[in-house]
């Protein structure tokens, strides 16, 4: 098996030599952008004489839900720098201004309004882009693009924009400073710039340039830039944050005394060149100001899958991604479909880091690099001795093959009290044709328990190929992960399988003002379980059609085996999901499926038959004012006697006034059904620029329970307990030397 796997890494590292020498070229040519002596005022209005001398872009065309169509709506950019940002400006006109949807609210929030982006590729390299989105009103959203054109929003940069709405449409007017960008040192440099317009009402996204699948990658198609002399200032930010919070529990028949405390942290950021930076935090700020969304948490086969939120691990996270997994296409896919090995990295494994240290970025056009060092102390409080405590070190690699081909490397470790776990391994990507690509993983881990000194090894091994055209969408992968394989700093859903996983798409465009484009879809993965020697597969058939007002119906068959301690289970079924902004003020999302289902008792697992669905309705009024509600339900139903096992009832009701684009106030309802429990949070929160914040929330938890003296203990009640009690405050000023 070893010198399978070994002859496996020579042939694909000999197939990234062959197709790294591919034709895919990106055939425009290279646009200077001009330079500026007086920066323009950003106040959303296009009357600043600097924009009669930038340089403009016009010709915007459809990528969604064609390509290559001619917009609905006229699009104007303007582009120019003054050495130590960019500056953009654009008109966006519409016919019906009443249709413009955008609102005040907080950052990264817009996902539902109008917005232009601005994509820019620092290193022209087709790896990853900066992305800068603007909603009519300047409200911003950021982050980052990856290779396959996906956004991940979770990276915030300190950048400045200003929009208004007039009677031909919008306009907004950005800054983007250099110094919250990574780029190389030289006296010209060549990035990648990719524009892009959403319109909610005709459910489409158009840009400049026009993007192709039969062109190759996203990123390979973007529109070279040139900018002469930027000036580097080097970066160094200070963050520091203080934390106070009141917390009170109740217990027995009274209140417990009020327990208080106050944490301060705080982050450093240096820039050793202008592409690779250094990070260094002590007590790293976890930024979360309000209770994760209520999930179904019973009757699970894996953990919980939460994003991360701290600021300290954000920047470069996309740097740890990696290749060789095939995955359900569906937006609303579930965690339970995802890859068995669904992260080599998820920082959320690193609980109550006490101090870490991070350098990401990169080395040259052509390396990158991302390395995380963490001392990681238990929650909880009675035992945080050095023996205790969880040391992490993280290290990725890149190197740039051809256009959007690479060739990469892992390494991550957890050592604590006596044991450890050590994963390294390979990664890649390559590009076979302008159509297609292919990726593979290849990972070891060695483990040493620290109860009993068992020592054990693994592998996960993902092999994937990825076609993707105009009609049809291929992504076809074999990952094989044996029974003592462990990673402590990812996210592993199983092990001990050999899952082959299929999905293709055929996109139909039919001459129809209403159905915009139709889906027939297939998704499977099919799963060898080693310990029982059992197949289960999964196999999804589904025909989804895109519509107006960015609507789309799905309607789903599901025909399913599933394995689970040593037994195989029936868990086919069907389900639907549907969503569209309804109007300018309501979007609504619905998702049912009612399939078999499994009872996951180790020692007695036994079959039964699931209800689950998930609503969603949301309704802006105004543009400051926004209200959601939630409903997510989970039954389960006994096989052999048709009797209800448990149902779980989630509702939230989320209410935010945004005063302005600097402050808001929220507040959360949600009462959870199995546990009988009812929570309230009120949050005031003041974010000036991502660092610069002021936030004020006061939480309650309530239960029905009551206190029985007699027997000392909880029971059961028609009324509600409140239970637990919190107050914080927290205070952070990023400062910028």
Known sequence: MRRCRTSVVAVFFLISAIFCIN????????????????????DGKLDDPVWTTAVRFQEFLTFDPDYGKPASEQTVVYA?????????????????VSKIKGTVTRRDNIRGDEWMGIFIDTFHNFQSAYAFLVNPLGIQADGMINLDGMLDAKHDMVWYSKGTIDDKGYTVEIKIPFKSIRFPVKKKVKMGLWLVRRIVCASEMVSFPAVYPHKGAILSQLQPILLSKMKYKQITELLPALTHARTRDHEGAQWAAEEKQTDFSLTGKIGITPSLVLDAAYNPDFSQVEADAGQVDFN???????????????????????????QDLSIFAPINQAPPLHA??????????????????????KNSMAAIFALDEPLNNEDQSENHRAVFGIFRYRHLLKNDAYIGGFYTGRDFSGGYNRVTGIDGRLRLSKFAVAEYHLLGSFSKDPENQDRRNGHALGLRYYYNSRILILDLGIQDISPDFQIDTGYLRRQGITRLAVSGMYQIYPKSKFFQRLEPYYWGYHILDKESNLFETYNLFTFRIKMPRSSRFYLDMILAKEVYAGKRFDTSGIGLQANSQITKHFYFYLGFRNTGSIFYNPDNPYPGRTNSAFFLLEYQPTEKFNTKLEMTYEDFYRKSDSQKEYDITIFRSRTTFQANKYLFFRGIAEYNSYYK??????????????????HIGYGSTQYKLQWNQEIGTYVPANRFLETHRAFFFKVSYLWRL
């Open 23 to 42: 034709t895919m070229t990106n055939a425009n040519e290279a646009i200077e952008i001009p330079r500026i002596k007086k920066p323009p005022r950003l």
């Open 80 to 96: 120019c720098s003054d050495g130590e940002n960019f500056y953009f400006a654009t008109r966006c006109f519409q016919k019906d």
């Open 300 to 326: 699970l086969r894996s953990a919980l899958y939460y994003t991360e939120k701290r600021p300290f691990f954000l920047e470069g996270i996309e740097e740890f991604n990696f290749a060789g997994n095939t």
């Open 344 to 365: 080599i990295v998820h920082t959320r494994t690193i609980i109550n880091p006490v101090f870490g240290l991070k350098l990401t970025g990169k080395i040259n056009k």
């Open 677 to 694: 429990k009812l929570l309230l949070d009120f949050l005031a929160s003041f974010t000036y620029i991502p660092g610069t914040v002021v």
